[in-house]
């Protein structure tokens, strides 16, 4: 695949990086098409033409990857979001903004790094959509999860306007703003796409990776975080906490993670002759 071509196809496999005693991996479950012009409805045709263009896939959606990020260290093993699931949707069947919604690579993506689902001792949710939680929760059955030991973790603004059978359950738990959720992984609120909406960072030494869920949905936005998404639920918190972002990725040591960018879902803040970018990481472990 050229690298010309990661940037408008979904990723298909799982791809490594060694974070001082961590491990941490990207694990695919699927992709969706989302239509540029209805995802961020300030953007124009003319947005999408010059360097944009090639975010764009045949169809002229943007292919935005859908997966987790398998952390690991030790023997302990913990991700962040769960892919969409065993479910494959036409884009006749999904949302105006969306074209085809597709899931269920995520058990397949474990095996091929040797993780065993009941090894993973907790799932912390960026956010409560479909396809960020398919592989932990069915529509109306609640905890119905290959991940039989995993405790369940999101915002207490997040579970505030969950409709799932799981209240109550010892395994769903609220995770705080700053708040340390497994050894060097501390939760950090970024809302606007839903009002509790949640990235993860991951600190070592003077290295960090912030794991940032649906801050940003594609690279055509590090140059624009003013652009407004129609799918998110607080537009101007949205704007804020992607221009917070920015200035996060750029302190030193920062690497990202980018659940959506297609397979170049690992990168830093690059600069584009003083705009913001997204630059990804060519070499992987």
Do not use: K
Not at 1 to 28: C, D, I, Q
Request: proline share 8%.
């Amino acid at each position: 695949m050229t690298t010309a071509t990661r940037w408008n196809t979904p990723a298909t496999a799982p791809r490594s990086l060694r974070f001082g005693e961590h491990t941490v991996t990207w694990l695919p479950d699927g992709y969706v098409q989302l239509d540029p012009r209805r995802w961020l409805p300030d953007t124009t045709d003319a947005d999408w033409a010059g360097e944009n263009a090639e975010l764009l896939d045949p169809e002229g959606f943007l292919a935005a990857s859908i997966g987790a990020l398998l952390i690991q260290h030790g023997d302990r093993a913990m991700l962040v979001d769960a892919g969409f699931g065993p479910h494959d949707i036409p884009a006749a069947h999904t949302h105006p903004a969306l074209g085809a919604l597709v899931g269920g690579q995520l058990p397949a993506a474990l095996e091929a790094v040797g993780v065993d689902p009941a090894a993973v001792e907790l799932i912390a949710f960026s956010h409560l959509h479909d396809d960020h939680f398919g592989w932990a929760f069915r529509p109306g059955q609640g905890l119905a999860s290959p991940f039989v030991a995993a405790s369940f973790a999101a915002s207490a603004a997040e579970w505030a306007n969950w409709a799932q059978p799981t209240a109550g359950s010892p395994r769903v738990r609220t995770v705080e703003d700053g708040e340390e959720i497994f050894p060097g992984v501390t939760a950090h609120l970024t809302p606007g796409h839903t009002a509790g909406h949640t990235s993860y960072v991951l600190s070592s030494g003077e290295r960090r990776l912030i794991a940032f869920g649906d801050v940003f949905h594609t690279p055509a936005q590090f140059p624009r975080p003013d652009w407004r998404v129609s799918m998110d639920a607080l537009p101007e918190r949205g704007v804020e906490s992607r221009r917070a972002l920015l200035a996060e990725l750029a302190r030193p040591g920062t690497t990202a993670f980018a659940n959506h960018f297609s397979d170049v879902v690992f990168g830093r803040l690059g600069d584009n002759s003083g705009t913001p970018c997204w630059e990804p990481l060519a070499e992987f472990s």
